[in-house]
């Protein structure tokens, strides 16, 4: 029913047949793998890792990626690359549109039915102003999406977390009535959501009713977990940067009601990918650490998948 994968941003230090030998050893259906380009210079943690060159997609290429799927019985379940296309700085914002289509044009060669990404926002417009921008950039992104059949799956995340974000954050999609406002400039089916129910516990908001209100957007699911610490959060309130009072954690580990998100889920009838998002610096330590990040979510998670 739900295919149970990882992101692969959490194994960066590998390669990707490394990545994929990984998951078939482990038990997992599916991998989101990252395709940063190659030569970025991002240095945001999580960011910048290339598992899939999608400018370097020669048939040779495309059949070796195809061999190892096949050779460890796993998928990929998107191709996944975050950057901030209404950045305000034109040259870089054009760079990110640009690598998106690339995204979207490598998933179609690889037969790969998802890429996952940002929206984007300028941190210092307000949610009105950034509308406006998202309604000039993004039908020409999804255009390109239609063109090659292959779905959007916009990330939930504020990217709010630095101080460099502050005050709105580097990616618009933040709630339900975002959302609506999206999918009403633009209304294409293959336009929807990568949904993390993460980000809706430390804004304060229902983690499984958006299963319900958006169930024919929901292309693509993150599993991460986030604790908010109360006695912090009395003494910074909503206003401060969200760290300071609440933290990624892995599923089970936090405030996230798995059983009522997962009942959510099959009561919509979703069969798509289900994939970990491991963040949690609790297990950063070193590579054994990382590992058995992935493998404790997957030993938790597995109660609700049969």
Known sequence: MLKLGFNSAILGDFGFEHVVQFAGNHGFSCVEMMCWPSDNADSRRYAGVTHIDVNNLTPERISVIKHTLKEANVTISALGYYPNPLDPDEERSGYYIEHIKQVIRGAAKLNIPVVTTFIGRNPAKSIKENLAKFADVWPSIIKVAEEENV???????????????????????????????????????????????????????????????????????????????????????IMANPLEYHSPKLPGLGDVNWRAFFAALTDVRYRGPVVIEVEDKAYEGSITDVQSAILTSRNYLRQFLG
């Open 151 to 237: 779905k959007v799956g916009i990330e939930n995340c504020p990217m709010f977390f630095t101080d460099d974000e502050w005050p709105g954050g580097k990616n618009l999609a933040i709630s339900p009535a975002v959302w609506d406002r999206m999918f009403e400039i633009i209304p294409s089916p293959i336009f929807g959501l990568n949904y993390d129910p993460s980000h809706m516990i430390w804004q304060m908001m229902s983690e499984t009713k958006p299963i319900y209100d958006y169930k024919d957007r929901l292309h693509h699911i993150h599993l991460k977990d986030a604790k908010i610490y109360k006695d912090k959060l009395d003494r910074v309130g």
